[in-house]
Nanobody
Framework: QVQLVESGGGLVQPGGSLRLSCAVS????????MAWYRQAPGKERELVAS???????KTVESVKGRFTISRDNAKNTVYLAMNSLKPEDTAVYYC????????????WGQGTQVTVSS
């Protein structure tokens, strides 16, 4: 059974930085395209950044230039470096594997809360 465990969230002031981690167990990370999602209160979960098996990355416009997704297959871990954080980045952040139609294909982990506030 594949498990996803997100960590690294917290409370940070606007303009601050955080680095999220997603540890994958029960599977070999290298076979998956991976992504980070977030869900803000009262909103639907949205895809924020993705990274393919060949390390090609994409980010949504709202975080472009501020968020960077990366992966370490040897550690079975995916990362999301977040800089210049804004209050609107406040959300629970999740990782998952991407299917052929950019859908999440694994069971969701518990997520990690990111709160940007002064």
């Amino acid at each position: 059974q594949v498990q996803l465990v997100e960590s690294g969230g917290g409370l940070v002031q606007p303009g601050g930085s955080l680095r999220l981690s997603c540890a994958v167990s029960g599977a070999i990370l290298s076979i998956y395209n991976m992504a980070w999602y977030r869900q803000a209160p009262g909103k639907e979960r949205e895809l924020v950044a993705s990274i393919t098996r060949t390390y090609s990355t994409k980010t949504v416009e709202s975080v472009k230039g501020r968020f960077t997704i990366s992966r370490d297959n040897a550690k079975n871990t995916v990362y999301l470096a977040m800089n210049s954080l804004k209050p609107e980045d406040t959300a629970v952040y999740y990782c998952n594997a991407l299917g052929a139609y950019s859908n999440a294909i694994l069971s969701w982990g518990q997520g990690t809360q990111v709160t940007v506030s002064s």
